[in-house]
């Protein structure tokens, strides 16, 4: 299975980036958005399960997670963009079970990133 992200790139502080991610194959019952900044460990952003989106607590209110199911891609919308928001963004699929679904242990198909820098 792939992934691929796109939609990266440099904007400034209270700016918007849509970012999209195509997986190659159907049936997943979780998707999710993961960043990680240097330094620091991977996190959650966001994820969604059928009736369901979970966000952490930092994008509340700024980030908007979905999926078109005709057109198999899972996007994340980022408004009000932050410095440290900064980071690299993957997306990922899988099954994880109950418990997991914000958890990077949970997703066993991984995007290769794409790059978010925002300046202040």
């Known amino acids: 299975v792939q992934l691929q992200a796109s939609g990266g790139g440099l904007v400034q502080a209270g700016g918007f980036l849509r970012l999209p991610c195509a997986p190659s194959?159907?049936?997943?019952?979780?998707y999710g958005w993961f960043r990680q900044a240097p330094e620091k460990e991977r996190e959650v952003v966001a994820a969604i399960i059928p009736g369901r989106t979970y966000y952490t607590d930092s994008v509340k209110g700024r980030f908007t997670i979905s999926r078109d199911n005709a057109k198999n891609t899972l996007y994340l919308e980022m408004d009000r963009l932050r410095p440290e928001d900064t980071a690299i963004y993957y997306c990922a699929a899988g099954n994880p079970i109950i418990g997991y679904v914000r958890a990077a242990e949970g997703y066993k198909h991984w995007g290769q990133g794409t790059q978010v820098t925002v300046s202040s």
């Open positions: 194959e159907r049936g997943f019952r979780s």
